[in-house]
C-alpha cells in the first residue's frame, strides 16, 4: 500500500509513520529525514540543501525528486511504503504520479496556535533520531536523550523565525495539495490535535 502522510510541520506525520510503518511491515520515507542525512554527511545533495533547510524555505523539487526515486529503487519498497510529508507542492504531486501512484493521502490537520509550541520547543537526538518536546515530553535528564545519552540539539529549521518561514511556505505551497488530492478522492482528514493513540485510531479509521 502506498500511503502518503500530509500536514503542517510539527503536526505529528514523523511519529504516526514510523508507527504505522512497523505495524504494514512497509518503509517509513521521510524526506526531510533522507536531506538532513544528506547535510550532515556532507554529499554534493547535502551542500546544496542546507541553506535551503536552514532558511526553512523548501528544497527545490528537482533534488527531492531525485533524492526519492533513488530510495524507491530499494528492494524494500516493492510491498508499499508511507511518503512522511511529500510530496509538498501540486508539481511534485504531479511528477510523484508518473512513478508512484497512491492509495491514500492521509492530512494531519492541526491549528497554528498548537504548531508554534510544538516546533519552537522541539529537540532532536543526532544519535538516534528521537524527538522530544520541553513542554509535553521533556527528557527524563536535561539536555540528554534518554536512548543513548547523547546532546540534544535545537534544529537550525525549529527556530522561531524559521518556523514562522515554514509554516508561510507551508501555506503558500502545500496547501493546494490537499485539494489536488481531494478531487482525486484520496484525501482523508486526520485531526491530529489527540494524544498518539487518538491519533492512530483516526488513522485506522481512515484506511478501513
Do not use: W
Amino acid at each position: 500500500m502506498m500511503i502518503a502522510f500530509l500536514g503542517p510541520p510539527g503536526a505529528g506525520k514523523g511519529t504516526q509513520a514510523k508507527l504505522l510503518a512497523s505495524e504494514l511491515h512497509v518503509p517509513h520515507l521521510s524526506t526531510g529525514d533522507m536531506l538532513r542525512a544528506a547535510v550532515k554527511a556532507r554529499t554534493p545533495l547535502g551542500v546544496e540543501v542546507e541553506g535551503f533547510m536552514t532558511a526553512g524555505k523548501l528544497v527545490p523539487d528537482r533534488l527531492v525528486l531525485g533524492l526519492l526515486r533513488e530510495r524507491l529503487r530499494a528492494p524494500d519498497t516493492a510491498g508499499g511504503c508511507l511518503l512522511d510529508g511529500y510530496p509538498r507542492n501540486v508539481a511534485q504531486a504531479e511528477a510523484l504520479r508518473e512513478f508512484l501512484p497512491l492509495d491514500r493521502v492521509l492530512y494531519f490537520d492541526l491549528p497554528e496556535q498548537e504548531l508554534l509550541p510544538r516546533l519552537t520547543e522541539r529537540r532532536s537526538c543526532p544519535t538516534c533520531g528521537t524527538i522530544y518536546n520541553l513542554r509535553s515530553h521533556p527528557p527524563k535528564h536535561a539536555g540528554h536523550c534518554d536512548r543513548d545519552g547523547a546532546e540534544l540539539i535545537h534544529r537550525p529549521d525549529d527556530r522561531l523565525e524559521a518556523v514562522r518561514t515554514r509554516l508561510q511556505v507551508y501555506q503558500g505551497e502545500t496547501a493546494p495539495v490537499l485539494e489536488y488530492y481531494r478531487a482525486k478522492g484520496l484525501l482523508r482528514t486526520i485531526p491530529a490535535g489527540g494524544s498518539v493513540e487518538e491519533v492512530r485510531a483516526a488513522i485506522r479509521r481512515a484506511l478501513a
